[in-house]
């Protein structure tokens, strides 16, 4: 356990998100509504700026991971849940389910740095839509991804 507490980083406190969260509104960004494990992970950004839909995640001590920069995982969900809510907007469907997500960690995340994911249709097919986005933190890639998204149906 002590290996673990050493390399564990400094707390992201309420200042530094308040600061994050100030930025950000300034920049006209304002909060998406999420629910369920996207509500662990958030709170996820959203603004239209030039005609196209990005998305930002203000990192926090919750998404470190063992050596104390920002976890795989949570870039990989950041950039699936993004590319999906692109192709939503995009496609007009409200029912899309991620079929694959191809994603290449460029550089790592660091705790207190402000994701940034710019989505973009590559292709839309009648059933499939092809998306592909960069994470950056300024002008920085750190993660770079392309997913398919299947159409479904809604409820009946």
Not at 43 to 65: I, Q
Not at 73 to 90: H, K, L, Q, S
Not at 112 to 128: A, E, F, K, N, Q
Request: contains cysteine; hydrophobic residues 40%; glycine residues 8%.
């Amino acid at each position: 356990m002590k290996r673990a507490e050493k390399i564990r980083p400094a707390r992201m406190n309420g200042e530094m998100t308040t600061k994050a969260a100030a930025r950000l509104k300034s920049d006209g960004w304002t909060i998406l509504e999420t629910t369920g494990f996207l509500h662990l992970i958030g709170p996820l950004w959203e603004r239209k700026f030039d005609g196209r839909y990005e998305f930002a995640l203000a990192t926090e001590d919750k998404h470190h991971n063992r050596r104390g920069m920002v976890q795989g995982g949570v870039m990989m969900t950041f950039a699936d849940r993004t590319c999906g809510m692109a192709a939503r907007y995009a496609s007009g469907k409200d029912y899309l389910a991620t079929v694959q997500l191809d994603t290449h960690f460029v550089e790592a995340g660091k705790i207190g740095d402000i994701l940034i994911s710019r989505p973009r249709v590559v292709r839309t097919t009648r059933s499939l839509i092809f998306m592909s986005t960069e994470l950056s933190v300024d002008d920085r890639c750190v993660v770079m991804a392309n997913g398919v998204f299947k159409i479904l149906k809604g409820p009946e």
